[in-house]
């Protein structure tokens, strides 16, 4: 209870000295936002209204700490405060003045506004550094270049490569260019050059200040990729083969070490300041010498060709030479496809004669389209001046010595759009074959209609006489029964009469005859 009364004694006691203290106004701080270092710099600190017959004490402080007081002025009679400093390192930051009555502890201190003050030191000696390790390294990893300075403040940074400013957009992580670091990831060949920083500042905008590093080189090697295997073939003096065969990287920086394999067994390496390599091996025409495999290294990867056989195939005859048309407007014929190929050869040389003259690649009305070694195709326009014999001819591109020739086909435009013999022998054969079998068809008809006709009028007589036949049959047969017993008294001589069986058996065989006519008549 005692704690709780001595407390509140204590607090109204504070309130009647605060009740008593005077306040002056606060001081107004004016100073430059920017200051050269080592130059003398001029602060102004004043208050609005002075308080009467006092002298005010004004002090100059950094913002939050008042363990260092950078300058002091007394106004005795009202004038505002001039504080002349020296800049150092130290002025840099925000600055505060703090008034109070000197002789009058009655007054209670103020304090001003901050003010920003920058010390401005002209930047000098800029140098780049490479963090990242040597300045030749491969694709894909990372590059850190610094920008150091020996003197400056409040400086900016730009980064040339090749004297060309730098954007943000062509670094994989765009740094920052108010930095002095920066960083490259993930690099590629296009990082390679002279990288130069660019160190500046300036003093209220009026003096610029640059310092310029030189240059550094960058070398962002390529890794090796893309390698392809090829071979030729050529005739030695003494009358032996060899084949080349040449390995070739598309994307790599030199130099690389090329190596040759047969399947898994190395035959030869040579590393070259270049991107294709070749090597020698010897061949044996008609003999298939194995599958051969390229392989390629600058240091990171082991990059690989496809495998190719290789055999050497001599080129032979017989050479095929046929051809395609292409029709215009009514089915005029108005190009040509001639093509020519030889019946073996792995390397095959094609040539193109035109009346026994030798044509070049390409002419006026006609191109050539190479496909070794399947073959050779000839691209043709035709008209009067492509009109000629033409024919090719096949040999080896490592040896000339033996050529193989095709026929001979005569090209004209009348006669291509010339309806050929033998078509319109096939057209009037068909015409003649369907005219025949349309004769013969009338003519079987005509004849099988009369073989009715006759068969229908043999059986309209066939029937009348057979039942005449039966007729008489039957009446026979009343006669024979009637002339029996009476042919005694018919004829009244005694022993005169024929005999019955005698009779019904002469008619009888009349009756068979009868019948056997008319089965005559019905086939």
């Not at 001003?112 to 390790?133: C, D, F, M, Q, Y």
């Not at 008809?445 to 029937?463: C, D, H």
């Not at 017993?485 to 019904?504: H, I, K, N, Q, W």
């Amino acid at each position: 209870m005692f704690q709780v009364h001595f407390v509140s004694v204590l607090g109204l006691c504070c309130l009647i000295k605060e009740s008593y203290l005077s306040f002056i106004g606060r001081p107004l701080l004016v100073a430059p936002t920017e200051a050269m270092l080592n130059s003398v710099v001029i602060v102004h600190c004043e208050l609005p209204v002075y308080p009467k017959n006092e002298s005010v004490l004004f002090q100059l402080f950094k913002t939050g700490d008042r363990s260092k007081l950078l300058g002091e002025f007394s106004s005795l009679n009202g004038e505002a405060a001039e504080i002349a400093m020296v800049i150092r390192w130290h002025h840099d930051g925000s600055l505060e003045c703090v008034a109070k009555a000197q002789n009058n502890s009655t007054f209670q201190q103020t304090v001003s506004n901050t003010h920003r003050l920058r010390v401005i030191e002209p930047v000098k000696s800029a140098t780049v550094h490479v963090l990242s390790g040597p300045t030749e390294f491969l694709e894909g990893q990372s590059l850190k270049l610094s920008c150091s300075i020996t003197a400056g403040s409040y400086v900016s940074y730009k980064w040339l490569l090749n004297g060309q400013l730098l954007p943000l957009s062509s670094l994989p992580d765009h740094p920052d260019h108010l930095h002095n670091v920066m960083d490259a990831f993930r690099t590629s060949r296009n990082n390679s050059g002279s990288y130069m920083c660019v160190a500046t500042n300036q003093f209220n905008t009026s003096q610029v200040f640059t310092a310029n590093s030189s240059d550094v080189l960058i070398t962002v090697k390529e890794l090796v990729s893309d390698v392809k295997i090829s071979f030729t073939v050529m005739k030695e003096a003494t009358q032996n083969y060899s084949a080349l065969v040449n390995c070739q990287a598309l994307r790599g920086t030199p130099p690389i070490t090329f190596r040759l394999l047969k399947e898994t067994h190395l035959i030869s390496s040579d590393t070259v300041d270049d991107m294709k390599a070749t090597f020698r091996i010897p061949v044996v025409l008609d003999r298939h010498l194995g599958w051969f495999r390229c392989q390629a290294d600058n240091g990171a990867q082991v990059a690989s060709s496809l495998l190719l056989p290789i055999e050497v195939v001599a080129a032979s005859g017989p050479v095929t030479l046929h051809y395609d048309t292409d029709t215009g407007e009514n089915y005029v014929v108005i190009g040509l496809r001639l093509y020519c190929k030889a019946a073996k050869g792995s390397q095959p040389r094609y040539r193109w004669f035109l009346n026994s003259t030798r044509l070049p690649e390409s002419g006026a009305f006609y191109q050539m389209v190479h496909q070794p070694p399947e073959r050779s195709v000839l691209l043709l326009s035709v008209n009067s001046k492509s009109a000629g014999v033409y024919h090719c001819e096949v040999s080896d591109i490592f040896d000339n010595s033996t050529t193989f020739s095709s026929r001979r086909i005569p090209i004209n435009k009348d006669a291509l759009n010339r309806l050929p013999t033998s078509v319109m022998a096939v057209v009037f054969g068909s015409f003649a074959v369907v005219v025949l079998m349309v004769v013969i068809c009338c003519s079987v008809g005509v004849a099988f209609r009369r073989k009715k006709e006759n068969k229908n009028n043999a059986s309209s007589v066939i029937k009348p006489r057979g039942s005449i036949i039966l007729l008489s049959y039957v009446r026979w047969g009343l006669e024979s029964e009637r002339m029996g017993p009476a042919c005694e008294d018919e004829l009244d001589v005694p022993g005169y009469c024929e005999d019955t069986a005698v009779v019904t058996a002469a008619r009888a065989v009349d009756f068979e005859e009868a019948i056997s006519d008319e089965k005559n008549c019905s086939v």
